[in-house]
C-alpha cells in the first residue's frame, strides 16, 4: 500500500517533471527561432502571463500551451528512485541576504487618484540587496505611470517583492515589480489589481538605463516592469517611466551572473529583493 508520504512525495516528482520538460521545450524552440529569425528580434516583455519573448515565445512554467517536443525529456516517463531537485543558487558578490519580511500583497480595483505635478521632477529608490539603484522618473511624459508607482510605493507594496526574471541574450532585461514572485516558483502573474492605460509610446525606444513597464498587451499596465542594463531593441509597446542615474553598475552585476537556472531567460542568480522602493518629489 502507497503511504500519503509516497503518494506526495510522486506527485512533487511529477510537478518538478512536467516544469522541467516545460522549460527544456522552451529552450529548444527558443534556439530553433532564435536560427532562423537571427536578422531581426521581436520582443515581447508579459507581465500578465509572465514571459519574456524574444524571437518567439519564452513562457513561465505555468503556460500549459507548449507544444514542442523536447530532445531530452520524454512527456510520461519518471524514475521513481529520484528525488526532485531544484538549482543551486550561488552566493553573487556584492548581495547580502534580503531583509526579513513578506510582500503585504495589497490590491486595489481601481487606479489610484491622479496626485503627481507633471511638471515636478520625482526620484524612485530602490534599496536591493544587491545594492541601490535611483530613477528619474519622467511625470511629464508618463503621468499616469509615475502617479501609480507614487502610490504603490507609498503604500509599500514593492517592499519585499524579488526581481523574478532576467534575460542575458537578444534583449537584457531585469524584471521585477510582482509580488507573487518567489526565488523558486517562477512569478510574472502577479500584479496591484487595478490596470491603466499607455502613454509616451510614440517612438519610444529603450537603452541602457531605461525603466519601462512590462504588460500583457494594450493598456494592461499594473505593477511590472524592467530594468534595461544594455540596449535593447523592442518594439514601442512599453511604457518607457524613467532613467537609471544610479546603480546601473548594480544591474550589470546582476546580470553578470546569470540565471539560477544556467538558461538565458530564467531568475537571477542573485535573489534580487526589494528592500524598500520610495518615491519622492524634488
Same mark, same amino acid.
Given at each position: ?5 509516497? %503518494? %506526495? ?23 530553433? %527561432? ?20 524574444? #524571437? ?18 520524454? *512527456? ?7 528525488? *526532485?531537485?531544484?538549482?543551486? %543558487? ?12 513578506? *510582500? ?49 510605493? #507609498? ?31 517562477? #512569478? ?57 542615474? #544610479? ?36
Amino acid at each position: 500500500m502507497v503511504s500519503s508520504e509516497q %503518494r %506526495r512525495r510522486q506527485l512533487a516528482r511529477e510537478k518538478y517533471e512536467r516544469q522541467m520538460e516545460r522549460r527544456v521545450a522552451q529552450e529548444a524552440a527558443r534556439r530553433r %527561432r532564435t536560427a532562423i529569425l537571427s536578422a531581426s528580434l521581436a520582443v515581447v516583455v508579459l507581465a500578465g502571463g509572465g514571459a519574456l519573448v524574444a #524571437g518567439g515565445a519564452f513562457s513561465s512554467d505555468d503556460d500549459k500551451s507548449t507544444t514542442a517536443a523536447s530532445d531530452t525529456a520524454k *512527456p510520461g516517463q519518471t524514475n521513481p528512485a529520484a528525488e *526532485p531537485t531544484t538549482p543551486t %543558487r550561488k552566493p553573487v558578490d556584492g548581495c547580502a541576504a534580503p531583509a526579513e519580511g513578506k *510582500p503585504n500583497g495589497k490590491q486595489w480595483k481601481d487606479e489610484p487618484a491622479m496626485t503627481v505635478d507633471s511638471s515636478a521632477a520625482y526620484t524612485m529608490t530602490m534599496d536591493t540587496n544587491c545594492g541601490k539603484v535611483t530613477v528619474a522618473l519622467d511625470a511629464a511624459k508618463a503621468p499616469h505611470t509615475v502617479n501609480s508607482f507614487n502610490f504603490l510605493a #507609498g503604500e509599500q507594496f514593492f517592499d519585499h517583492t524579488k526581481c523574478h526574471r532576467l534575460t542575458t541574450d537578444g534583449i537584457f532585461v531585469l524584471q521585477c515589480g510582482d509580488p507573487t514572485a518567489s526565488a523558486t516558483v517562477p #512569478g510574472g502573474t502577479g500584479g496591484p489589481g487595478f490596470k491603466f492605460k499607455d502613454e509616451n509610446l510614440t517612438g519610444a525606444t529603450y537603452p541602457a538605463g531605461t525603466v519601462a513597464m512590462a504588460n500583457s498587451g494594450p493598456d494592461t499596465n499594473g505593477s511590472q516592469f524592467f530594468l534595461v542594463y544594455k540596449d535593447t531593441k523592442l518594439p514601442p509597446s512599453y511604457i518607457p517611466f524613467g532613467k537609471v542615474t #544610479g546603480g546601473l553598475d548594480v544591474l550589470n552585476k546582476i546580470a553578470a551572473a546569470g540565471t539560477l537556472e544556467g538558461a538565458t531567460d530564467g531568475h537571477p542568480m542573485a535573489d534580487v529583493t526589494f528592500n524598500s522602493v520610495t518615491v519622492s518629489k524634488g
